[in-house]
């Protein structure tokens, strides 16, 4: 082994981020282009396939369905009640879930909700708490009835009352913002986790008896945001790699983690392409040569700007050899050796 | 000795002193030949500037229309304009300097700390280590704020917002900015404040952004050319120039007779349209300029822009000489590293001896020989190329002296780098070893089709032969197809055994596979192996031990396949069946092992007598497929309609509990969308459990179930579609949902809930598909192929972004990946410093310690 280990090193000079992008680009086509509901009940929706993969790449910051895996402290994963407990403050439940109906009176600003007993039993939540969760709103007056809520809103404009009511029936009675489904689920040593649609870590965390270290999210942003940049690379190195297995296709952790670190080795998230990485090139010509061409020449005049053509781009426009794999290497001679050749001959 | 080239390049703009410094000649007449169909003087096709006629000389450098470079001349604006790609950068200047005293409207404080950063940036200038992003991250934001500043900082006086107006219009409080009055403001900004401003006052004076004199292309950069007809066409630039110089004449007539404000200022803003056209035809806010066919023209932007434009069509992309391209078809009698090339191809492409004192006699029989195999033309030590003819050879012959080139024609052993496209990954290009062959396809081995994703039903492929010698070596010792057996993808083979020879090895190595002497003999013979293993007690060959003879010798491997496992010591074969697990697509277990012990020719070797072994045993063995194999016994129909029954019944099932409300809801969706999800995938369920049928009622000796299962061709959706029913037909991931009304044909009632009429198909391709059924089946092919052409347009682009993003990164000596100005991505590439072509052996090896 050790004799042979020099052989399976990286040649120096072997151009890595083409393997890499060919390696990620080339299954590409086998991928499906839609996300389609791998259906089951207890299953939360993701983007799959290509769109998923451009949508990391692309580095949006807000992923098309977000979705968390909250794992429980070591000391309750497996106590059902107490992860269904927490699964309880995760899961946002609007008042429109659980009543049954609304009257509203725009002349007298007036709302009347009817609570839905049987919905506020299923969230276990009180109307006690859904009146102190309406009265804490600005310039409310609530009241309640046996099953009856009534609000009466300050203004007089239709348009202001009517948007007020909106915004009522869409504040959130338990849960977190942002997580519109979570499901309790168990994995094969019998521990409980959560699952979810929506993401918020922040608030996630806050949460007693989660287990802060092992929140997963697969929203790079807002991983960064939390973890910092090197948490962020391992995930993006991580969805690419899952979305790609997902597929039924082999794609070795290099060429992903490859690209991860070119996305994030600035210390931000940089999408590929014409606003990231490719974007921000050095080289005018290899931006220019890339999209926008135009932009990038004119520009390149106002602020003087100066291509040293140290990249493959520039090479191949000018028609040099480019300085990487084989076009690496170079050959030097000391002057007094070249003299003797000269000499000879 | 070689020069070094081109060390960097600078951008700048061309001040309008230099315009008139480069130009040879100041062009006045709008016009391009006179009636005798002759240059006119002073007009756009001016002899001063070039010419492109043969037979002309140039009256700059009197070359000919070969020889001449092309001169460039300029045009006298009578009237500034704006140059409209600068239009913004103007806006962002003009913004952010006072209107009354041209300073930059930046507290002195502020200009002391930005001073000192660009100070810095002065220094770090001179190494050409310009920071861009420093310019466009952090100036631009300093001066989009400077909009909003209310009263200059230095000399008091309020500033008025200026409003821009696509595409080169300004204008303060509804007043329009005359062009000549913007170029006064931009030439009172002090070159410090332009540098406050991230602005190089030595590569761009804002003022020569705006246009006083034009500078005009040599005309062989604008082409006429001459139709059948005997009419000139002018080029797109050509045409513009003359718009541009047309109303510039006008201008200046109706300046001088002294013409009424309102005329003159018309003819001004046609002047500025014209040539904001001539930079960029497609500026935002402008008619698009056309030619009489009404095709829109290419100006200056469209030349260089997008994928035919002049940066990714001919300077990212070049054409090549010595290259062939045709039509491919297969060879069985190659091997994986050769390439059949038509002797029509060899006669015309050619490779260069370099003659030295040493191979100087082997070039001469080439040069002596007067067919094919000769030499095509003879490169004198001066560079002068001459072509050689039977008049002609005896002189070159006696004049043959180390130094000169021949360019003899191609013969076997060449080397020549093979591709087809798209190119998607390295494998996409190979090189190969030239086998010149009768016939006028280039040929390969059917082995080799995989990397290149080829096959024979019509595509073409090119040929390159590398003319250097150093080309040359690259090319063969890293561009083999040997090289190439592990892909740098996942570091698994990705050439292997298909089809055919997947089948031939299972029939060669199950468990009763016993052969006659003859038989052995002709098998092994098929692959150059003149002995015989030892032979079972009454005297037959096990396939096994006729497979043996091809593993190298001192081959140990133990694994499983699929079908069991599998087991050879010293090179025998003793236990399993060789599948395709082990030298097929999946995972090609054998094949690394022998590229890991052995080395790639060794790897490349047994794949090519594995074919050739595998192909002469499916022939002895015969495996051929019926009808009868997809016929079902009366046990299996039973279990068939059992099968459909059962799934409509619970797709039932669920479309009631959906109209009593019962049914929950999966997160993020509607009931109604919920609904039918859950009838999809009830319905899709049916397949699944008649593949089990399948598989529990045949065996092996049903030929069709054989190759399915031993993955040679087919699978058993194939199966399971053909004999008992397609199943569920979808459209976009969902069921057939749109047509007719609410139903998707006429045939149906409306809202009819039976599971046929949303595009379950209960029959098979056995038993025929009712004419519904075969509506919905085209309609889920259709949507299919419609998906197939989107996602590769997708991924390509995909592809296309990645390698952009990437194709400066290589590994450093010391193991660290590396981008073009030596910013560390990684470390070790991949935390291990591990070549991903050897990523599998390594992991293997690590296991076994």
């Known amino acids: 082994m050790a004799e042979k280990e020099n052989e399976f090193r990286v040649s120096p000079g072997e151009a890595v981020g083409v393997v890499a992008a060919q390696s990620i680009g080339e299954p590409g086509t086998q991928m499906v282009l839609r996300s389609f509901h791998s259906a089951g009940i207890s299953s939360v929706i993701t983007t799959k396939g290509l769109p998923r993969i451009i949508e990391i790449v692309d580095a949006r910051k807000k992923p098309k369905s977000p979705t968390m895996r909250i794992y429980m402290e070591p000391g309750i994963e497996k106590n059902y009640e107490k992860v269904r407990s927490i699964w309880r403050k995760v899961e946002e439940v609007l008042v429109s879930s659980v009543i049954d109906g609304f009257e509203e009176d725009l002349r007298t600003g007036t709302l009347m909700l009817k609570p839905s007993k049987e919905k506020l039993d299923q969230f276990e939540i009180n109307q006690r708490t859904l009146v102190a969760k309406l009265s804490q709103k600005e310039g409310m007056n609530v009241t309640s009835d046996e099953g009856i809520v009534k609000i009466k809103v300050k203004g007089h404009e239709i348009k202001q009352i009517r948007t007020t009511f909106v915004n009522l029936l869409n504040t959130p009675v338990i849960g977190i913002h942002g997580i519109t489904k979570a499901l309790v689920q168990q994995d094969d040593d019998g521990a409980f986790y959560i699952t979810t649609s929506g993401s918020n870590m922040e608030e996630v965390v806050k949460i007693d008896g989660v287990d802060k270290e092992r929140v997963y999210s697969n929203d790079p942003f807002e991983v960064m945001r939390m973890y910092g940049i090197e948490a962020a690379r391992a995930l993006i190195a991580h969805e690419l790699k899952e979305t790609i297995s997902e597929e039924g296709l082999d794609v070795s952790f290099r060429h992903l983690s490859l690209l991860a670190d070119a996305m994030t080795y600035t210390g931000s998230i940089k999408s590929v392409g014409r606003h990231g990485i490719s974007g921000e090139k050095k080289s005018v010509f290899a931006r220019a040569a890339y999209e926008e061409t135009v932009k990038h020449f004119t520009n390149a005049s106002v602020f003087g700007e100066v291509d040293d053509l140290s990249g493959v781009a520039e090479n191949i426009l000018i028609g040099k050899q480019i300085g990487i794999g084989t076009g690496r290497v170079k050959l030097g001679i000391s002057k007094a050796d070249l003299k003797k050749i000269k000499g000879s001959d | ?849």
């Not at chain 2, 191979?359 to 030499?375: G, M, Q």
């Not at chain 2, 070893?433 to 082995?447: A, D, E, N, Q």
């Open chain 2, 1 to 849: 000795m070689q020069a070094e080239g081109i060390q960097y390049i600078k951008f700048t703009t061309i001040p309008p002193e230099t315009i008139k410094k480069i130009s040879v000649a100041k062009l006045i007449v709008p016009d391009t030949y006179n009636e005798d169909g002759y240059p006119i003087d002073g007009g756009l096709v001016d002899q001063r500037l070039g010419v492109i006629d043969p037979g002309l000389k140039c009256k700059t450098c009197g070359g000919r229309a070969k020889s001449c470079p092309g001169h460039f001349g300029h045009i006298e604006l009578v009237r500034p304009v704006m140059h409209p790609e600068f239009a913004k950068t103007i806006y962002i200047l003009l913004q952010s300097t006072c209107g009354k005293c041209h300073r930059v409207l930046l507290k002195q404080e502020q200009i002391d700390s930005t001073e000192a950063k660009a100070s810095l940036a002065t220094t770090e200038e001179e190494s050409h280590e310009v920071k861009v992003s420093e310019v466009e991250q952090e100036r631009i934001p300093i001066l989009k704020k400077l909009k909003s500043v209310k009263k200059c900082p230095h000399c008091g006086s309020p500033q008025a917002k200026l409003k821009f107006e696509r595409p080169t219009f300004y204008s303060i409080e509804g007043n329009r900015l005359k062009q000549d009055e913007i170029r006064d403001w931009l030439s009172q900004i002090s070159d410090d404040d332009l540098r406050v401003m991230g602005v190089d006052p030595t590569a761009t004076r804002p003022e020569w952004l705006v246009l006083t004199t034009l500078l005009v292309p040599p005309v062989n950069v604008r082409p006429s050319i001459t139709l059948e007809t005997g009419e000139r066409s002018e080029d797109d630039l050509t045409h513009k120039l003359v718009d541009i110089m047309r109303i510039n004449q006008r201008l200046e007539q109706d300046i001088e007779a002294g013409a009424p404000q309102i005329i003159i200022d018309d003819l001004w803003e046609l002047l500025q349209y014209h040539v904001t056209a001539y930079f960029n035809n497609e500026t935002p806010g402008i008619p698009v300029a056309r030619h009489r066919s009404t095709r829109p023209l290419k100006t200056l932007a469209q030349r260089l822009k997008g994928k035919e434009g002049r940066l990714r069509y001919n300077l990212s992309g070049k054409r090549v000489n010595f290259s062939a391209r045709t039509v491919v078809s297969s060879d069985a009698s190659l091997t994986i590293d050769q390439v059949g090339v038509p002797v029509k191809i060899a006669e015309n492409l050619t490779i260069p001896i370099y003659i030295t004192q040493w191979n100087i006699d082997h070039a001469r029989k080439f040069l002596e020989s007067k067919e094919y195999p000769t030499v095509v033309n003879v490169i004198a030590k001066d560079g002068t190329r001459k072509r050689v003819a039977d008049t002609n050879r005896d002189d070159l012959l006696k004049e043959l002296a180390p130094g000169q080139i021949l360019e003899r024609q191609l013969i076997d052993g060449d080397i020549a780098l093979f591709n087809r496209q798209p190119t998607l990954h390295r494998p996409s290009i190979m090189a190969h070893m030239v086998k010149i062959l009768p016939g006028k396809t280039m040929r390969l081995h059917v082995s080799a089709t995989v990397p290149y994703n080829a096959d024979f039903d019509g595509d073409e492929m090119n040929l390159h032969l590398p003319q250097s010698l150093e080309a040359q070596a690259e090319a063969r010792y890293l561009m083999r197809p040997h090289d190439m057996i592990l892909s740098p993808r996942h570091g698994r083979p990705i050439m292997h055994i298909e089809e055919d020879e997947i089948a031939g090895l299972y029939m060669l190595t199950r468990e009763d596979a016993l052969f006659t002497k003859e038989e052995a003999c002709l098998m092994l013979a098929s692959v150059g192996v003149y002995e015989l293993p030892k032979a079972e007690r009454n005297g037959t060959y096990h396939g096994r031990s006729i497979f043996s003879m091809i593993l190298p010798d001192d081959l140990n491997y133990e694994g499983k396949s699929k079908l069991g496992k599998i087991s050879i010591k010293k090179g025998q074969l003793t236990e399993g069946i060789i599948d395709e697990s082990m030298i097929g697509a999946s995972r090609g277990e054998l094949i690394i092992r022998i590229f890991a012990d052995h080395g790639p020719e060794a790897a490349s070797a047994f794949l090519l007598n594995a074919t050739k072994l595998a192909l002469r045993a499916v022939l002895a063995a015969g495996v051929t497929i019926s009808i009868s194999d997809y016929y079902n016994t009366e046990a299996m129909n039973k279990e068939r309609f059992k099968i459909i029954a059962e799934v409509e019944a619970k797709a039932k099932q669920i479309a009631e509990n959906y109209r009593a409300g019962k049914l929950e809801s999966l997160p993020g969706y509607t009931k109604r969308e919920t609904l039918e999800i859950e009838t999809m995938a009830q319905l899709n369920i049916a397949r699944d459990m008649a593949s089990e049928v399948i598989k529990r009622s045949l065996d092996m000796n049903n030929n069709a179930y054989l190759m399915a299962t031993i993955k040679a061709r087919g699978n058993i959706l194939n199966f399971v579609q053909t004999s008992m029913f397609l199943g569920q037909q979808a459209i976009r991931g969902r069921r057939p949902s749109r047509g007719y009304g609410r139903r998707i044909l006429p045939y149906f009632k409306p809202g009819d809930k039976d599971p046929g009429a949303k595009g379950f198909v209960r029959s098979g391709f056995f038993d025929g598909l009712k004419p519904t059924e075969f509506y919905m089946h085209a309609m889920g092919a259709r949507d299919s192929a419609i998906t197939k052409s989107l996602v590769t347009a997708v991924s390509g682009y995909l592809q296309r972004r990645l390698i952009n993003a990437m194709q400066d990164f290589y590994a450093e000596s010391d193991g660290s990946v590396r981008d073009a100005n030596g910013g560390l991505i990684q470390t070790i590439y991949g935390g291990d410093g591990v070549d991903p072509t050897k990523e599998v052996i390594v992991a293997e090896r690590k296991q076994q310690k």
